[in-house]
């Protein structure tokens, strides 16, 4: 037997006796360095990541596909680079169409066809409708409604982007025929940018109900017994750092640590409800972030010393670590062993072929073009087949990372860290090259020094980008 044949009988045998239960939870702007069980140093406390990490898998070299919000989900719900889209830098804003192709297939389309409910419960920010700017007045198509969800209640875009109304599925629960003004300085602190919102809309709300909302979905669900899938995308720690009076004052780390912890505590109600309902033993949760933590000297300051990248380099939407290596848990109690760290590389982008392989779904096509199941990493049985991973920054930069070796292919930062964009001078080299076993900081440039790597590297980034897929 072969050792790909080997790998599918065990995910085979996986889903014969009973399909788990999916729950993905994608947090906002979590920082590797959040985690206690990933960074000790970290100011917050995370009790009930740090549980399911003990009780499960921790992935140490796990990537968001971009280092900002709107590309990753993209990326994590089709397992499809969203650099192939009309998105090829930036994000989406609250009134934008939808970004997701018609007809294209995600986790909740597929598992849907394969009996499953499917739910979704938060930050959406990949555009709704088909028109330049969302007339939030009408029904909203396509919504997450025409992309599997059975069922979706969240918010448009990010909690600092306008227009601030609660969705539930294609429409809004009430119109935001209010306005708010701007509050505080650009991605700092409670910040929040000006613009129409619902009378009723409150942003220290926004967290606990969708915490609440995803509680009720996996009650409901169990009771039908029925297998389900919950996408659960947290609208924090993203700015505004808005507590619920529980929290706040809570923690060591100003206001976003006491934000950090009432995310970890949300986690933990859907934790406990799975344990409630009676399905936690044959549930696979994830939990992770969309991308790296926006973070500068004067955060950590603020937050009493604490640095939310860890000692990874860069920030969100920075091509370097600190942009898009981020805390990745899993935990499924009936097959996955606890207690475990993986140093297997992986991406968003692999969630769809990992479940897709677990309940015996067949890609086609056309579908998942990128991602590559690391349900043989989960089973303990072997090493995924990704080798190798493409980084994207907020302004498109694009790394290549193949094994220890990280090419960029540009200088500076791509993203939020100054400067974004470095032009050579005379005799300097074009891009970066990282050895990042032996410099996991990114300090010394080897680009000049190792040519045959470059060369090596780019072909192989320049072969993805010119077709239509990496797997």
């Not at 804003?93 to 007809?103: F, K, M």
């Not at 991973?389 to 193949?402: K, L, T, Y």
Request: glycine share 10%.
């Amino acid at each position: 037997m072969t050792r790909r044949l080997f790998q599918q009988t065990l995910a085979a045998s996986a889903f014969a006796e009973t399909p788990p239960n999916i729950v993905v939870i994608l947090c906002d702007d979590l920082g590797y360095g959040d985690v206690q069980a990933f960074y000790p140093e970290a100011k917050m406390r995370t009790p009930r990541m740090d549980a399911l990490a003990r009780d499960g898998m921790r992935f140490t070299d796990a990537h968001s596909p971009s280092s900002l919000c709107t590309p990753t989900r993209y990326g994590l719900l089709t397992g499809r680079y969203c650099w192939r889209t009309r998105l090829k830098q930036g994000v989406l804003n609250g009134y934008s169409p939808a970004l997701i192709e018609p007809g294209r297939e995600t986790i909740a389309s597929l598992l849907k066809k394969k009996g499953y409910r499917t739910g979704g419960f938060g930050k959406w920010h990949l555009g709704l409708g088909t028109a330049e700017k969302a007339d939030y007045s009408r029904p909203l198509t396509p919504s997450p409604l025409d992309y599997g969800f059975d069922e979706y209640f969240g918010i448009p875009a990010s909690l600092d982007m306008p227009p601030y109304v609660f969705v539930e599925g294609n429409q809004v629960q009430e119109q935001p025929t209010s306005t708010i003004a701007d509050n505080g300085e650009v991605k700092r602190g409670p910040y929040w940018r000006g613009g129409p919102i619902a009378p009723g809309f409150r942003m220290e709300d926004v967290v606990p109900k969708i915490a609440s909302r995803a509680c009720q979905f996996i009650d409901a669900s169990a009771k039908a017994k029925r297998p389900f899938f919950a996408y659960v995308p947290f609208t924090g720690p993203h700015t505004p750092w808005v507590p619920s009076r529980p929290y706040q004052n809570k923690s060591k780390a100003g206001l976003y640590g006491d934000f950090v912890e009432e995310i970890d505590a949300s986690i933990g109600k859907i934790v406990d409800q799975l344990q409630t309902s009676g399905v936690a033993a044959n549930t696979l949760v994830i939990v992770t972030s969309d991308n790296g933590a926006p973070w500068e000297k004067r955060d950590a300051e603020a937050a009493a010393g604490h640095w939310a990248d860890g000692n990874w380099r860069g920030q969100k939407s920075d091509i370097q670590e600190g942009g898009h290596r981020v805390p990745f848990i899993v935990r499924w109690p009936a097959k996955v062993k606890a207690g475990q760290v993986s140093s297997q590389l992986l991406a968003h982008v692999d969630i769809l072929a990992t479940v897709a392989e677990l309940t015996g779904i067949r890609l086609g096509a056309g579908m998942a073009e990128d991602s590559y199941s690391f349900a043989p990493v989960l089973l303990g049985a072997a090493k995924s087949r990704r080798t190798m991973v493409v980084h994207h920054a907020g302004n498109g930069m694009f790394s290549i990372r193949s094994g220890e070796w990280k090419l960029v292919l540009g200088r500076g930062s791509g993203g939020f860290t100054a400067p974004a964009k470095v032009t050579p001078g005379p005799g300097e080299p074009a891009g970066e090259l990282y050895h990042l076993k032996e410099d996991p900081h990114e300090d010394r440039n080897l680009y000049a020094q190792m040519p045959d790597v470059v060369k090596r590297l780019t072909s192989q980034l320049d072969a993805w980008r010119q077709t239509d897929h990496s797997r």
